[in-house]
C-alpha cells in the first residue's frame, strides 16, 4: 500500500495544475450588451443637496460609449466564520445589485463584475485575500469589506495601493486611524452610534427607564471580546457619555457565538446596578443576551440597546421566542424593507424577488449592499466623467467619492456623507422593536449623530 | 469578591461542570480501552448534532426520533473512524495516533462545512427558556436574602449529563461486556490471551464515544443554538480529563464539576481581569495538575522500565 | 543525511564526515537555487512571492518544531502560541522604541524562547501525552493574556497595527522586498537548525526522543536538554511571529491559534520528522494545499452550487486533515524519508533491492 502513496501526490499536483489552468485566465464572457446609451437607471439616485461643480471637465463631450469594458469590484468577507450569518445576504446583494445594473446597461455600457474571496473572518486570510486581488490587478478601483479587524488591518494598504475601500465593519481606527483615509463607511462609526442613541435613552429616560430604575442611567457594556465588539468604547465615546451623565458601571465579554453563555455577564451587570446594556455585536449577540434576561427573569429590569447591526431578521434566527426582541433599540442608519413607499426601497425588493433570495436573506445586509453597489457605481460614473475611461484608477474612484459628499444612495435609502474628510455617515434614524418580527417602528427620524471621531 | 454574586456563580459553575463531565466521559471511554487520546472528540460532537438538527429541523422528524436516529448513526461514525483510520496505526508511536486524531478533527470540521454550511442555526428547544428556577439562601446581602436564579436547561442538561456518567459507570461495573472492556483495559496481550476480541472492544467504545458525544452535543446546543464552534468546546473537557485521571469514570464527574466550579468561583471576582480569566480557568488548573500531580485525582501512576 | 553514495567516495577527515555539502557541483546547484529564489521578484507574480514567503516563514516555524518534536520528541501543540509572543513583542518595540528590525526581531525571538521555557516547565515531571497538554494550555493561556492583559499596551482584542520594518532606509512593504528579508533569514536558521542537529546538542536530542531513561543512564541531563530543547523550538516561533506579523502588518489575538499549530505539526509529519529537508518539503506541501483549495473553492461552487457558500474554507481543513491522515497511514516518515529512497533506487539502479 505504501507504494501508492507517489500516485496519488501525483493526481493532487495534476489537479492542481488543472485548476489552476482553468482558474488563471478568467476569460469575461461575451454577454450580450444592449447597443443603447445607459437608459436612466430604475432609481435615477438623486443628487447631493448642494451640488458639486465637476471640476474643470477637459471637454464637454457625450458620454464615452463602453461596450465590452469590465469594471470588477473586489469583495470579501466571512462566508464561513462566525459572521456567515449576516455576510451571505451581503453577498448576494452585491451580486443582484450588479446584475440589476448590468440589465440597466451597466455603467456606459460597461459591465459591472464582482469577485468574492471568504476569509472565514480572519484578518489573515483578508490580507492574503488582498494580496491576490492586488496580485491579478494591478488597478484595482475598489474593494468592499465587512470585518472590522480587516478593514483596520487593510486600511494602511489601502491609502499605500490608493483603492477606496467600502467598509460594513465601523470601528473608528479603520476610517480615522493615523494610517487610514482610503476607507469609507457603509455605517455610522460605533462610537457615533453608542453615542447617538444613549443621547436618545437619556433624553427620554422617563418613558424608557425600568420600573426599578432611578434616575440616573448606568450603562453596561456586554460586548465580544473582538474589535467589532469592543469598537464602541473610544476615549471620545467615553468621555461624550460622561458628558451625557451616563456612568459605565460593567465592561463584560462573552463569547462571538450563538451558544454564548452570559449568565454570569448579565448578573455581574445588575449586582453593578446597571439598568442599561449595550451590546456591539451582530444580531445573535443581542439574541443570546435577550434570551437569557428572559430564562433569568431580568428582563424588566433592562432597557437593551445595540449597534446597527443587531436589529435585523437574522435576530430572529436565535431568539428562543420572537417576543423576547420587543423593545430592543438600536441606531439605523438606512431605511428598511417595510418603507415600502419609498422607491430605493421597492427597486431592492424587484431585484431580491428577481433572483428568488430565500426570505432569511431579506436582512439588512442584502438591501445595504444594494446601496453600497449604487455608491460605486455612481462613483465609477463620476470618475470616468472626471477623468475619462483610460485614466480610471483607484485614486480616481476615491476622488468622486470624496466629491459625492453627502450623497443619498438609492435616492435616501442610505445617506453617506464623504465630504470634508468625513469618511462615514452622520445621519440615522433610531429604531425599536414593537411586535413581531420585521415591526422594527421608527422612534427618531432622521437626525445627526454626534460625531466622536478620534482626533488623531 | 462580589459576595451577593458568590452562591449563585458557585451553583451555575458547578451545574456548567455536567456537560463537560459528559464530554470528557467520551474522551476516557476511548483512552481506557486503547490509551488514543481523540482530540477529534469535538468534531464528532459537531457532527451527530448537525445531524440531530438537519433530521429535527430539515426532515421535521419528532425531537425524540431524530436524536434516537442522530445517536445511532454516531455509533456506526465512531466504528468507521476506528476501523479506517485508528486501526492501521496500531503500534505506531504516540506522536503518530495524536496527529491522526488532529488531523482527523480537521477533516471532520471541514466536511461538515461543507455539508451543513458556516451559518449558525436555532436549535430546537427541550426545555423551557422562560420560568427559572429560584432558589432563596439564607445568606443576606443589603437586608435581602440572596436568590439564585438557575435556568431550566442548565438545571436538566446537569442531570440527564450526570445520568449519562452513572449509566455508562453502572454498565462498566454490572454488565459481560463492561467487564470484558474493563479487563482489556488493563493489558491488551494479557487480554487477548485469555480470548477477549480486543478489536471488538476498541470499536465498541468508540462507538460509545460517539454516542456520549451527541449526547452532549445535543444538551449544549439546545440551550442557545448551534454554530460549527461548537466543537471547540469539548477543549474546556481536556483539562477536566486529566484532572479526574485519564482512566477514571468517576473522575470526569469530579474533574467536571472543579472545572465548572472554578470558572463560576472567578466569575464572582470584583476584578475583571479575573473573571474574564474563566475563559481560561480549566487549562490553568491543568497547569497546576500537571506540576503537583500529574496522574489525576483518581488516574494510575505508571511505572516505566527500560 | 545521505544513506547510500556512490562506491570508492569516502571521507578523510572528520570535517567531510560532517559535511553536508560535500560535491562542488552541490554548491553550484545551491547558489543556482539561492540566485533562483533571490530572483523571484524579477520573473514571478506577485502572487507566487506571496505564497514563497507563507512558506518561508512557515518553515522557520516547522524548524522549530523539528528540533522539540522532530529531534527530541516532545510533542508540542503550542507552536503558534510562541509565535504570537514573537509578534507582539516585535510590533511592541517597534511602535514604541522605534528600535530597527535588527533590534527587535532577536528580542522577539529571546522573549518568545523565555515564554517557551516556561510552558515547557511540567516536561520536568510529564512527558508524552501529557506534555502536549501543556503546550496546549499555552495555545490557550498566551492568546487570552493578549486579549485582557495591559490593555493600554496590548490593545485588547483588537489587537495592534504593526509598522513596517523599515531596513537601510527600504521600507519593507510589499511581498516581493519581504522575500530578501525572510529567505536570507530562513538561510541563518537552517544553518543554526542543521547544526544544532548535528552537534552535541542534537545527538542529546535524539537520546531522549528514542529512549529518555537509558538517555538519563548515560548521563544526559534530560531536564537541560528538553529545556534547551523547548527554548530553541521557540525562538524559531518568535522569529516567524515577528516576520509574520510585519508582514501581515496587523496582529491580534487569533492571529496564530490552535489550527495553526496542528497545521505546523502537520507540515512537520508530511515533511519527515528529524531531517533537515523535512521543514521545507512539508511546508511547501502543505502551503500549496492550502493554495490548491482557493483554487478549488470557486470551482467546486460551480459544480455544486449549494456547497458554494464557504467551500474554500471547507476545502483547506478537509485538505489538509486528508494528506495529514494519508501521510500518517500510508508515509508516516515523511517527504523527506521518500526522498532518500528515490535517491537510493537511483543510485542501486538497475538493482532496486
Sequence with gaps: ?456 | MNWQLLPQFTISGLLAGGPIALMALGLVLIFKSSYIFNFAQGQLLLLGTLLTWWLAVGLALPLWLAIVIALAASAVLGLLIERLTLRPMTGQPLLSIILMTLALGQFLQGMALLLFGGTQRNFPQMFSAANPYKIVTPFIYNERNIQIILKQNLVWSFVVAILGVVLIAAFFRFTRTGLAMRGASEDHELAQSIGLRINRIFGISWAMAGVVATVGGVLLATSSGLDLNISLLVLTAFPAVLLGGLESIPGVIVGGLIIGLSQGLVSASTVQFIRNSAEIMPYVVLMIVLLIRPEGLFGLKRIERI | MTLLRPAGEFDESYASDMATIRRPWQWVALGLFLAAIYLLPSYASQNTIALVNRIAISVIAVQGLNLLTGYTGQISLGQAAFMTVGGYTSALLMIHMEWSLFVTLPLSALAAGVVGLIFGLPSLRVKGFYLTMSTLAAQFIIPWFTRNAFPDLLNGAQGLNVPVPVLFGVAINSPQRFLYLTITILIITTVVASNAARSRLGRAFVSIRDNDLAAELLGVNLYKYKLQAFFLASVYAGIAGALSAHYLRHINSESFGLADSIILLGMLIVGGLGTNLGPFLGAALVEFLIELATLAGPFLGKIAPSTAAGAVQALRPLFFGAALMLFLIFEPKGLAHRWQLIKAAWRLRPFSH
Aim: glycine share 10%.
Design chain 1, 1 to 456: 500500500m505504501r507504494k501508492h502513496i507517489l500516485p496519488i501526490l501525483a493526481i493532487l499536483l495534476l489537479t492542481a495544475l488543472f485548476l489552476s489552468a482553468c482558474g488563471a485566465p478568467a476569460t469575461p464572457e461575451p454577454t450580450p450588451v444592449p447597443p443603447t446609451k445607459p437608459p436612466p437607471t430604475a432609481v435615477p439616485p438623486t443628487a447631493t443637496p448642494k451640488p458639486v461643480e465637476p471640476t474643470a471637465v477637459p471637454e464637454p463631450k457625450g458620454p464615452p460609449d463602453l461596450t465590452g469594458e469590465t469594471i470588477t469590484i473586489y469583495h470579501f468577507g466571512d462566508l464561513s466564520g462566525p459572521y456567515a450569518a449576516i455576510t451571505g445576504p451581503l453577498i448576494h446583494g452585491a451580486e443582484d445589485a450588479v446584475k440589476a445594473i448590468n440589465e440597466a446597461g451597466g455603467i456606459y455600457g460597461a459591465q459591472l463584475e464582482v469577485k468574492f474571496s471568504d476569509t472565514g473572518g480572519s484578518v489573515d486570510e483578508a490580507v492574503a485575500a488582498y494580496d491576490r486581488f492586488t496580485s491579478e490587478d494591478d488597478n484595482v478601483l475598489i474593494m468592499i469589506m465587512y470585518g472590522s479587524g480587516e478593514a483596520e488591518a487593510l486600511a494602511p494598504r489601502l491609502v499605500e495601493d490608493k483603492i477606496p475601500g467600502l467598509s460594513a465593519g465601523l470601528s473608528s481606527q479603520a476610517f480615522y486611524g493615523k494610517e487610514s483615509g482610503y476607507t469609507f463607511g457603509l455605517g455610522p462609526i460605533y462610537p457615533d452610534q453608542i453615542g447617538y442613541t444613549m443621547k436618545y435613552i437619556v433624553d427620554n429616560w422617563t418613558d424608557l427607564k425600568p420600573e426599578n430604575a432611578g434616575d440616573e442611567v448606568k450603562l453596561a457594556y456586554l460586548s465580544w471580546p473582538t474589535a467589532f465588539g469592543q469598537g464602541a468604547l473610544t476615549d471620545e465615546s467615553r468621555a461624550y457619555l460622561a458628558d451625557l451623565g451616563v456612568e459605565i458601571v460593567a465592561e463584560e465579554t462573552y463569547d462571538v457565538s450563538p451558544a454564548a453563555d452570559t449568565t454570569m455577564a448579565i448578573l455581574t451587570a445588575q449586582a453593578a446596578g446597571a439598568n442599561v446594556i449595550w451590546t456591539n455585536t451582530l444580531a445573535f449577540g443581542p439574541a443570546v443576551i435577550l434570551n437569557d434576561l428572559n430564562s433569568l427573569g431580568l428582563r424588566g429590569d433592562f432597557v437593551v440597546a445595540a449597534d446597527n447591526w443587531a436589529q435585523d431578521l437574522s435576530l430572529y434566527a436565535f431568539l428562543a421566542d420572537p417576543a423576547y426582541g420587543v423593545g430592543l433599540i438600536t441606531p439605523f442608519p438606512y431605511l428598511w424593507w417595510t418603507d415600502t413607499d419609498h422607491p430605493g426601497i421597492q427597486y431592492a425588493q424587484r431585484i431580491f424577488e428577481a433572483n428568488e433570495r430565500p426570505a432569511a436573506e431579506h436582512n439588512v445586509g442584502y438591501l445595504l449592499l444594494v446601496a453600497g453597489v449604487d455608491i460605486a457605481k455612481t462613483a465609477f460614473e463620476r470618475a470616468i466623467d472626471t477623468v475619462g475611461y483610460e485614466n480610471l484608477t483607484g485614486e480616481a474612484v476615491y476622488q468622486a467619492l470624496q466629491e459625492l459628499g453627502e450623497y443619498q444612495a438609492l435616492g435616501g435609502v442610505f445617506r453617506a456623507d464623504y465630504a470634508n474628510g468625513s469618511r462615514s455617515p452622520h445621519e440615522s434614524q433610531i429604531r425599536m422593536i414593537k411586535g413581531g418580527p420585521d415591526a422594527f417602528t421608527v422612534i427618531q427620524d432622521w437626525s445627526q449623530t454626534p460625531d466622536l471621531r478620534p482626533k488623531n
